[in-house]
């Protein structure tokens, strides 16, 4: 099946240094990747969506110069928190889809957990 | 706009016992729907998605749901819970760009 995996599971990190998060599709080519956030016992939100090649779209209120996005390959998109805070201490998960039509199946990676002290 | 509610945060049940994990949605058109399992450490799986035609869907590990329209509801059934079943399930609305609803998470009694 498809594999998505993450890289880091998990860091922590000082206040106001930039972190960056891998996502990759391991057996399969992902035309576009989504971000979320997960608080805890919450749900997952929407921060993201990256189409390869091309400037990522986010979701209302979520910070473009924060969290920055790049999908450079057809396998690997990453996530930049930068000059983290505290509040941005939470559980980030990536998926990846491929295909250019129609439906395509989200395959979600294991998480990220992020915390900021 | 679309938008998920599980009405459930926390379902505890004893092994063998059957389950339902509540689902509503508001969606402006025919919504497609999909129930996700998340166990601790591991990403998100897919248990079964409904687009259109029979209102009944059979997932996969034994789960069912069953779509309803006047009710705009899409909930979880498995006949007999295993220990191996306590998770955190997620209802989600939605196409490429999937809304989520809150989860519920399922605690299993030997």
Sequence with gaps: GAVVSQHPSWVICKSGTSVKIECRSLDFQATTMFWYRQFPKQSLMLMATSNEGS?????QGVEKDKFLINHASLTLSTLTVTSAHPEDSSFYICSAETGTSGYNEQFFGPGTRLTVL | AQSVTQPDIHITVSEGASLELRCNYSYGATPYLFWYVQSPGQGLQLLLKYFSGDTLVQGIKGFEAEFKRSQSSFNLRKPSVHWSDAAEYFCAVGY????????????VKP
């Design chain 2, 96 to 107: 490429n760009d999937m809304r989520f609803g809150a989860g519920t998470r399922l605690t």
């Design chain 1, 55 to 59: 400037k990522a779209t986010y979701e």
